[in-house]
């Protein structure tokens, strides 16, 4: 049972292919998935473009959102200046996840106040 307790979880980790539904300009990318057999995996992605029109893929797409939901704010005193450090190398998953908040950054989730 102690081995069982100390036993680390690690969350199910499946092959996925991007694809971008967006068939003018812009960005509308969801991932699928890799294990399915090639049929279902095809009607998901058809399914998925079809009804492309019902996913929210900024914010702006979500117009009833209460905004004291999704604004963040840092209570930063206007008197003082940021301190800016030496550049760090990172490991490869904080790289990850540096590159998932600047994809939400640049998304429109997430602004400088």
Not at 30 to 46: E, H, W
Not at 56 to 79: E, F, K
Not at 83 to 101: A, C, G, N, T, Y
Request: glycine share 6%; hydrophobic share 35%.
């Amino acid at each position: 049972m102690i081995a069982q307790e100390e036993h680390e979880m690690k969350p199910h980790q499946e092959e996925t292919e991007l694809i971008d539904l967006e068939t003018g300009e812009g960005k509308k990318e969801v991932k699928v998935g890799t294990g399915m057999i090639a049929p279902i995996r095809q009607d998901l992605i058809t399914l998925l473009e079809e009804y492309q029109d019902i996913f929210a893929w900024s914010y702006q797409d979500m117009p009833g959102l209460d905004l004291h939901i999704v604004q963040h704010r840092l209570p930063l005193n206007p008197g003082c200046s940021p301190v800016k450090q030496k550049l760090r190398r990172m490991r490869p998953e904080m790289s990850l996840k540096i590159k998932e908040v600047r994809k939400q950054f640049d998304a429109g989730f997430l602004a400088v106040a």
